[in-house]
């Protein structure tokens, strides 16, 4: 899986556990429900990223490499940097 893929993959996890209602407006839109789906990601990744730092070896360093372009992939996807 590349890094855009698992980034993806994180974000639409996190987007259909999440309601919405159907609708590009409001409060529970599908526009909405995506952007927060974004922002659990990276807090996933963050979380990963900061148990990885814990670990010692190559591997450790091979995930750190891995998830931090992962994350770079899902803030490629983050509309509240540019809009707030």
């Known amino acids: 899986m ?22 590009q407006e409001g409060i529970n839109s599908t526009t909405r429900r995506y ?22 070896g190559y591997d450790a360093e091979i995930l750190r490499i891995e998830y931090k372009k992962v994350k770079l992939e899902i803030e490629k996807r983050d509309d509240s940097k540019t809009t707030n």
């Open 2 to 23: 590349t890094h855009k893929e698992k980034a993806l993959d994180l974000i639409h996890s996190f987007y259909y556990a999440l309601p919405n209602n159907g609708s």
């Open 35 to 56: 952007q927060e789906g974004v922002r659990c990601a990276l807090i996933a990744v963050d979380e990963l990223l900061y148990a990885i730092e814990h670990l010692d």
